[in-house]
């Protein structure tokens, strides 16, 4: 393997014996002694010095523009604390910097890094990283180990370039790595990469609850369920829901993002995949060269990363998921990105028909019909049950329901949801509609005349039926947008409640 | 073992409580006067017995650089060559700094390195007058190597896993220069010697 | 109650922690070096009840002036040394004096037992002692330990330590081996990991990545990797706030077992 001339010799130890600007030593500062800092020979010294901007996921921080390398100083900080890892579930966390995965850091090939590793004094127990961007032994643990209170520093200068996950490699290492202690290192080659609009990082991680998925409370980590590799949490950057709603990652139409995808582990595998999209270029394994073009799911191996880019073309909500679905349905392994932006319906024309077919229509009362009945019953209580699901589902019918209210009602009722004075009435926080759920959906349906008040305006406008033009699906994802747009909130509405209004006149 | 080892630590303490014994020749120049400094090794207060059954605390030492090592008489490997190692240093150094330094090994084993093995080894070493073999109960070698950071472990043959660690200290008994390993690093701890030893 | 009481009477007397005969046993390393016995036998010993706590800690360094945080010298500790008492001999409100005592260096640690009278538990008896269950001398089989130790080393510690005396006693009538604070031991040292075999003879091993489970005896033991761990990251000057100590004793030669 490569050596690191820097760090080999004797000559680092000369300026502590002759206590160059140091009191005298006291045995053994840090596990195993410590050796003093290294003596870097005067072309190193001349390098500009930096101090690493580090960001919490799912930011990255900005792409190197200098064409030569520095001295880059990092410091981490490891804290150990309790946090949210599901709604109403909390977990004991480990952490590199305060977050699930550790700060990502960003440095250029051929740099030197002063790394400094800070265990907070609140910490229970020692830790340390293995930086796998380091050439040496131990790829820094050994460097690093520190005890709660302490912190340690070592020098690595980055001779390959590569995207590199970064863990605590303290026994029980499964246990620290559990508990949310990896992150990303990326060493940007000389030549940079590929220049791209958007970049962010995703890791995955799984967690081995005592109690199983969503159960709540404060949930301590299941030794047996770790050494069994059955994890009841597989999840995108430490928490059920870091990549959903608010908290998704954004992109316009047009434009390139880039992924930094990293997997902590302990122990599984991702099949990475973003629904709805393709790969244009990957780099497997994190490597400097991307291998292939137009990949649908890329494998990432646990201690391991990968970089995708693509370029969004069409608007709409996509999945992250770990394409080992359970992981994705049952265990939290899915995240979002948002693609706003002009519809394009020649790449993607949404639904365009939807059309009644005779060839398994049951007959009303028949048997079929009531298994169809207690189907639907059952996967609405089984999605109801799931919040990730339920968010999901509310999420995705909100994504929906946008495009619908832009085609039909934004006219009328305008973009910000305020109507026009006097003429249309609001939806934004409307006390009329909000009032009465059932009432909304036959509107949308049957459409409405004569007088109304709203918010203590009274209008005398007409509204058209759409019961023709949107389906159950598309009236219930348009009012599940109305209902929590503007201020509004609510549950999402159903196909099944839209239907049994659209019967009712039947 | 373990009755063994606590009639050691009483025969010790016994021997601890008699007045410290004079200085050897190589001792003569009076210990500065004065509290040990805060930073200095010599804060240990434990009692250290030499081949020539002297005994006297660690502080016996100050006003002289120290070249220090820990080791065992029956150590076959690592510890002759920490011995030839700090000879090599004492070798570097100006004629006058070489016998106003001591040349200190403390000993892991206190059960098997008697006065009288340990004479043995500076007759088979042929260490003159600046050398001291000492060695101490196991509590006082236990805080001693974690003031110097020496790792060791009595292995169950009775032989010791031990770091290799030259230690220099000033005059005032305060850590100036660690070597670590085996081999290498001579120079520089012969600096380290020089160093404080100017002044005088 | 009971400590806070003592804590009043004379400085001068010795600290009164009750001590516990653990019968003899044997130890099993959980990391061994090739040639090394599977396991160590352990004389019967005694150990004190209870870790020593912050009343027990104040009547030392009031008795021995050295070892107060102002004066303690830098060679024996950390700058964190009892750095969440309100003062020299004043322990304050993050310090309750039934609590534990923590951010003590192996020095102090040792200072602390010999001025008692005492010594600390060597690893192998430390370890002897831990494997003990609630119910039953054997702990590996006892599923309340077991789930005590599970919590313990899944939360933090808290920012002010429990009682040491409502620990619930274990099989040999100890506490609070298990849940409350880590603890020194004489030869913590010995649990090498240095990742520098240049600088060792015969030190070769690692406790780092996977090579810490090459040559463990029960890589499950997850409670025992981190006491290891914890141990081979320390030197002798190191504090933290969940580290204390206890003190053990020779059984007297003439007692009967």
């Not at chain 1, 990326?186 to 969503?214: A, N, S, W």
């Not at chain 1, 950057?237 to 582990?265: H, M």
């Not at chain 2, 106003?100 to 003159?128: G, M």
């Amino acid at each position: 393997m490569k050596t690191i001339p820097l760090l080999v010799g004797s000559a680092a130890t000369v300026a502590l014996a002759l206590g160059l600007g140091r009191g005298p030593l006291l045995a053994a500062e840090g596990a195993g002694a410590a050796k003093g800092p290294v003596i870097l020979p005067p072309a190193v010294l001349a390098l500009p010095v930096e101090q690493a901007v580090l960001t919490a996921p799912p930011k990255v921080p900005p792409p190197i523009t200098r064409k030569h390398a520095a001295r880059v100083v990092v410091h981490l900080e490891v804290r150990e604390f309790v946090a949210r890892l599901a709604d109403g579930v909390d977990y004991s966390f480990w952490t590199y910097g305060g977050t699930v995965p550790g700060l990502f850091i960003r440095i250029r090939e051929g740099d030197v890094v002063e790394f400094h590793l800070e265990n907070h004094p609140s910490s229970k127990v020692p830790h340390n990283i293995d930086l796998h961007a380091v050439t040496g032994a131990g790829g820094g643990a050994a460097a690093t180990f520190t005890a709660p209170g302490h912190a340690s520093q070592f020098t690595f200068k980055a001779l390959n370039a590569g995207l590199y996950v970064y863990h605590c490699a303290t026994a029980p290492v499964p246990m620290h790595i559990a508990n949310g202690m990896y992150g990303l290192i990326l060493v940007e080659p000389k030549e940079g990469l590929p220049p791209v609009d958007r970049e962010y990082y995703v890791m995955q991680g799984e967690f081995y609850t005592t109690g199983k998925f969503g159960e709540e409370g404060l949930q301590a980590f299941d030794l047996a369920k770790s050494i069994d590799e059955r994890p009841p949490y597989v999840l995108f950057n430490g928490a059920v829901g870091s990549l959903v709603g608010d908290k998704a990652i954004t992109a316009k139409v047009g434009e390139k993002v880039r992924l930094y995808f990293g997997v902590g582990g302990p122990n599984i595998t991702s099949s990475f995949h973003v629904i709805g999209e393709i790969f244009d270029r990957v780099w497997p394994e994190g490597g400097t060269r991307f291998v292939q073009e137009n990949v649908q799911t890329t494998m990432v191996p646990a201690g391991g990363s990968a970089i995708v880019d693509f370029k969004v073309d069409v608007p709409g909500t996509y999945i992250l998921v770990d394409h080992s679905l359970s992981r994705a349905f049952n265990k939290g392994a899915l995240g979002m990105l948002k693609v706003d932006g002009p519809e394009n319906r020649v790449i993607y024309s949404g639904k365009e028909i939807d059309a009644v077919y005779l060839g398994a229509q049951a007959d009303a009362g028949s048997e079929a019909a009531r298994r169809e009945a207690a189907l639907q019953v059952r996967i609405a209580a089984e999605i109801k049950a799931n919040p990730v699901i339920a968010g999901l589902t509310k999420e995705a019918q909100i994504e929906k329901g946008k495009q619908v209210y832009m085609g039909l009602c934004f006219a009328c009722h305008q973009a910000d949801g305020n109507g026009l004075p006097n003429v249309f009435p609001p939806l934004a926080q409307a006390d009329y509609m909000l009032a009465d759920r059932e009432r909304a959906i036959r509107t949308v349906l049957k459409g409405m005349t004569g007088k109304v008040t709203v918010n203590g305006k009274t209008y005398d406008s007409m509204m058209p039926p759409q019961e023709a033009a949107l389906s159950d699906a598309q009236v219930a994802d348009v009012l599940t947008y109305v209902f929590n747009s503007w201020g509004n909130t609510g549950d999402a509405f159903t196909a099944a409640q839209v239907k049994n209004v659209r019967n009712e006149a039947r | 073992m373990k009755a063994t080892a606590w009639l050691c630590t009483v025969l010790f303490a016994a021997a601890a409580m008699a007045a410290p014994p004079p200085m050897e020749d190589c001792c003569k120049e009076a210990p500065p006067a004065g509290p040990v400094s805060a930073r200095s090794i010599y804060q240990l207060d434990a009692t250290f017995c030499s081949d020539t059954g002297q005994c006297l605390p660690l502080a016996a030492l100050r006003g002289r650089p120290v070249v220090l090592a820990m080791f065992f008489a029956s150590c076959g490997y690592a510890c002759p060559r920490l011995v030839t190692d700090m000879q090599a240093i004492r070798g570097r150094l100006p004629a006058e700094l070489r016998d106003r330094a001591a040349y200190v090994l403390v000993s892991f084993d206190p059960d098997r390195d008697t006065p009288a093995a340990l004479a043995d080894y500076r007759r088979q070493r042929a260490l003159d007058g600046a050398w001291m073999l000492l060695r101490a109960d196991s509590g006082a070698v236990a805080e001693l190597a974690a003031l110097l950071g020496v790792k060791y472990r009595r292995e169950p043959s009775g032989n010791f896993a031990h770091s290799n660690l030259i230690t220099i200290l000033n005059p005032e008994g305060e850590i100036v220069h660690r070597r670590e390993g085996l081999g290498g690093g001579l120079d520089e701890a012969a600096q380290a010697v020089v160093a404080v030893g100017k002044g005088k | 109650m009971a400590c806070v009481v003592l804590s009043l009477v004379g400085i001068s007397a010795a600290p009164a922690a009750e001590m516990v005969r653990i019968p003899a046993g044997d130890y099993a390393p959980p990391l061994r070096a090739a040639g090394e016995p599977e396991r160590v036998a352990v004389a019967a010993f005694l150990l004190d009840e209870r870790p020593v706590t912050n009343a027990d800690f104040l009547r030392f360094v009031t008795a021995q002036p050295k070892w107060r945080r102002s004066r303690i010298a830098p060679v024996f500790t950390d700058e964190a040394y009892l750095q969440h008492w309100a003062g020299d001999l004043e322990l304050g409100p993050l310090a309750p004096p039934c609590a534990p005592v923590v951010r003590v260096s192996w020095f102090a640690a040792r200072a602390y037992a010999r001025w008692a009278g005492k010594r600390l538990a060597t690893t192998a008896e430390w370890e002897l002692a831990a494997a003990a269950g609630f119910t039953r001398a054997d702990g590996k089989n006892d599923p309340e330990l077991k789930h005590a130790v599970q919590q313990w080393i899944a939360w933090p510690v808290p920012a002010i330590l429990p009682d040491a005396k409502r620990a619930r006693p274990d099989f040999n009538g100890v506490r609070g081996l298990h849940g409350l604070v880590w603890e020194w031991v004489e030869d913590f040292s010995t649990a090498m990991v240095t990742g520098e075999s240049r600088g060792d003879s015969g030190l070769d091993r690692d406790l780092f990545c996977g090579a810490g489970a090459v040559g463990s005896r029960d890589p499950g033991d997850y409670a025992a990797f981190m006491r290891l761990a914890l141990r081979s990251s320390l030197t002798a000057r190191h504090t933290t706030t969940s580290l204390g100590f206890r003190c053990a004793r020779d059984v007297p030669e003439d007692s009967s077992p």
